[in-house]
């Protein structure tokens, strides 16, 4: 089997797309023997709408078309579970955390017979969904279940997005199981799939199902409070008091599990400090930012909702970039501690809410915390408090773009209004954020405006604080994805090693995939 890029055509009709296929590879419809989809995107560039296919298919006379730069040998993506070890694994291997790291963690696993314990701060999705839903109707904050903690971790409220520029063969794996277990078929294709807050419900109960099918455990509400060591290993682990046998542990525990990182350092975990970001959310009208990105297009059902990916350099050097861009998306509250106010963004699967928004983020590091240990933490918690007691609750602080340029409070909307559940405060982002971290951002959005015209003088609002998009602390592990204490395994986002659904997945498969080459089934 071949694989042909660049197969362009005006149309995604099944036909047509066969045609341009036979078109490409200068051969007859007989010589034709099957084909399917690998990969669609857009190509907007030019006078015209193109959809841009990547095809596997099987040919007469591959070989003559493999002279084709545009040809070459269809790889084996077929995921292989590692060969078992030899090392006796004398009790069940934890993993703690149900989000993305976790969940694929577990279910690599669960499928090779090694009947792994998931252990989960938070409730289950539906009883979850029970507890944010009263966070954003009343500001009643649950801080061991909410929208980081809880089955799907801080992915489950979200866009969603499955892009990821890692050419892990992994990647496959993850896209695979999430079809198979509820996303639509598109995710497979598409170049920049989605799922949406409201698919993974489904998605995440029928994995959770998979997993205990295949004698896995799954307990939820259930906080890791202590690790016990011996002789530089892990032995044991106390989980709501009670005291488990653990050989091999998997710390998939997202990036705010603050009092879990101080427990595990107390016992003897290296870590460091790692750079991270920090900033706001800005909403525009969906329908601007279509005008804005597809111009002519900006109506085709095709490619709306249109969706924006910017960068900036600013002359401090700081790097600033949209992030976690969410097309017909809601600003929302994600707050996990009581007196500290975040915010971050999600999209419903339809993507068809009035606002599009993105995160806006500042790269900030030990040039602008400290060097000590945690001062990256410190800094970034310091700043969530500062956000709250400027809006004096949960509600965000908002401000018009412009008038943040120009360090003015604002007090009235425009074209835009907000989107934010519980509600807004107008304030001075200017006062909220360091000197270099307002300098970085404000050159960016005057940037961005030259680039994007309207991007900050049509009414754009900016909300804060954001300040969860990844971990400040990386716990160190080496080549066998082990930390200095042996059979802990530090994994996805809130150690330090991913960042977003996909990248926290494959780091999740590759710890486990350790644990399987490391110890033969009990």
Known sequence: MIRVFQVKCSSQENKEIEKQLLKKLNISKKDLFSWRIHRKSVDARKQKVLFSYVIDCQIKNEKKALKDKDVQICPD????????????L??????????????FAALILAQAGYRPIVIERGSEVQKRMEKVNRFWKEGILDEECNVQFGEGGAGTF?????TTRSKDARARKVLEELHRFGAKEEILIDAHPHIGTDAFVRILQNIRKEIIRCGGSILFDSKLEDIEVKEGKIESIWVN??????????LSIGHSAEDTIGMLYKKGLCMENKPYAIGVRIEHTQQYINEAMLKEYATDPRLIPARYQLTYTASNRKGVYSFCMCPGGYVIPCSSQKGKLVINGMSYASRDGVNANSALLVQVNESDYGKELFAGLSYQRNL?????????SYKTIVQLAKDYVNNVTSDHFEEVKPTYA???HFGNLNDLFSKEVNQALKEALLDFEKRVPGFVYQGAILSAVESRSSSSIRIIRDASLQSNIQGIYPCGEGSGYAGGIMTSAID???CAESIISKYKKK
Request: with cysteine; proline share 9%.
């Open 241 to 250: 008091g009670e005291k488990l046998p653990c050989q091999a542990l998997i």
């Open 422 to 424: 519980l509600g807004y």
């Open 77 to 88: 993506e077929t995921y292989y579970f590692p060969a078992s070890g030899s090392l006796p």
């Open 508 to 510: 999740g498969i590759r």
């Open 384 to 392: 969530e408090e500062k956000a709250y007691n400027m809006s004096g």
């Open 158 to 162: 979200s866009d969603g997005k499955l």
């Open 90 to 103: 004398e009790s069940r291997p934890v993993i703690a955390g149900f989000g993305p790291a976790g969940m």
